[in-house]
């Protein structure tokens, strides 16, 4: 997976869940709040208020035992974990995880939960 593909990858997830934060102003219960998208050696990484930072010289690998250091990994807690595990639980969250399993799967690439509350994408 080439190093500008993880990027664009990584920045159509987080637009993604910033159209779901219920308050676009503080981004208060954005679906990637206390996760990470792990890429290209960095992390991006989201406080309870879905706040991005930056940390750098970073591997998921250090992190969670299915990660794949050449790929896009996450991290996550509150919303997403709702929608990439209770998906069956409700027509909204049913709705939500096909979106982002469609967004994946524009880029040619899969996914796997490793863990409930981390995954890794994979290229076809």
Partial sequence: MKTT??????????SWC??????RETNEYHPLSD??????????SYDSRGRKSVIKDIRASEYFEYAD??????TFEGGLYQI??????SK??????????????????WYE???AWNLTIYED
Avoid: P
């Fill in 5 to 14: 593909k993880q990027t664009e990858i990584a920045k159509a997830i987080e």
């Fill in 18 to 23: 910033y159209k779901y934060a219920e308050d």
């Fill in 35 to 44: 996760g990470r998208i792990y890429f290209n050696g960095m992390a991006w």
């Fill in 69 to 74: 250091d050449a790929l896009v990994n996450m």
């Fill in 84 to 89: 990439l595990n209770d998906y069956w639980s």
């Fill in 92 to 109: 909204w969250l049913g709705q939500l995880h096909e979106e982002f399993h469609a967004l994946i799967d524009g880029f040619n690439c």
């Fill in 113 to 115: 939960l490793g863990n």
